[in-house]
Each structure stands twice: as structure tokens, then as C-alpha cells.
């Protein structure tokens, strides 16, 4: 099941940015759509004022992956660590369910499938690793995009798509 195509022009329209400017950082998000069939989450990470992150999410989603056994992206990387999340409430200090995924540096290469098993996401709040807590996979909330870990500088990471297999 797609969670998102980025195939067509209007498929990064709900994206939005959260970056680090709500802790005193400068970095600074978005994603935009190419013409050319994908998604494009790209900005700048600064380290200045205690920053270090920079994100996009899309909310106001009632998705139902219960019988999922992993998700599936296809993407462009520039040879950095992101993080795919996942929310299963809308509460504001709701745990937020990650997974790491490394990118090979290949933005002008071929296309990258990564495969995040669902058992293996981690949830966190503010950065801390709560144990013992597990996503509600009936209803996923909100999908988000997720760049830090003191990777200063510019980014960029092509979407083609987001599926649930």
C-alpha cells in the first residue's frame, strides 16, 4: 500500500517544516515536489544556538498498517543518516516512533530501497529512547521526515515513494 507517491506535482503540498528554531536553532527545511516524479526534502542544518535538526511531517493521516510487516522507500541520498517517523497520537508530547536509515551518496545514481522493518522503530520523546513502548499501527497519525544527529550542512534527499508491505 502507498503511503505516499510523490509521482504527481501536488504530492508535497501537506508536507510542513519543524526545525530547530523552536529550541534557538537556524536550521532551516522543506519539501517540494520535482517535476520529475519525486519528492524533495532538502535544506541546512546548522549547529549554531544548540540546533542540530531540521524536519518535515505531514499530519491529519488514519492509516491503518496493522498488517504491515515493513515500510519501503525508494530514495536519492546524499550519503547522510535520516529518520522516517511515525505518530500514532496527536497529542503534542506523544512519543514519536523512528527508524534510522543510511543513504548512499547517490543523487545523480540509481534509485535506494530501504526497508525499515516495523518491529524494529524505537520510540522517543525529545530525543530520549523510551523502552518497552510499542506503536499503535491501526492508527498512524502523522509520517515525518527527520535529518540531525550533528550533520551540519546543506542536505538533500529524493522520495519517490513510501509504501507499507
Not at 549554531?48 to 525508494?74: I, P, T, Y
Not at 517517523?85 to 536509515?101: G, R, T, W
Not at 548512499?104 to 513502548?133: C, F, H, M, N, T
Request: hydrophobic share 40%.
Amino acid at each position: 500500500m502507498f503511503l505516499c507517491d510523490f509521482s504527481r506535482l501536488d504530492s508535497a503540498q501537506a508536507w510542513y517544516s519543524i526545525n530547530d528554531g523552536v529550541m534557538g536553532g537556524l536550521s532551516r527545511s522543506r519539501m517540494s515536489a520535482s517535476p520529475l516524479g519525486h519528492a524533495v526534502f532538502s535544506g541546512h542544518v546548522s549547529l549554531a544556538n544548540g540546533g542540530g535538526f531540521a524536519s518535515v511531517r505531514k499530519d491529519e493521516l488514519s492509516l491503518d498498517l496493522s498488517g504491515a510487516e515493513r515500510l519501503q522507500l525508494w530514495v536519492k541520498g546524499d550519503g547522510k543518516r535520516y529518520k522516517l517517523n511515525l505518530k500514532d497520537s496527536i497529542e503534542p508530547l506523544s512519543p514519536v516512533f523512528q527508524y534510522e536509515f543510511d543513504t548512499d551518496d547517490s543523487l545523480s545514481e540509481e534509485w535506494q530501497k530501504v526497508v525499515l522493518p516495523v518491529a524494529d522503530y524505537q520510540a522517543k520523546s525529545r530525543g530520549q529512547i523510551l523502552d518497552g513502548i510499542a506503536p499503535d499501527f491501526n492508527a498512524i497519525v502523522s509520517l515525518g521526515l527527520v535529518i540531525g544527529d550533528k550533520q551540519g550542512g546543506d542536505f538533500t534527499l529524493l522520495i519517490k515513494s513510501i509504501e507499507a508491505l
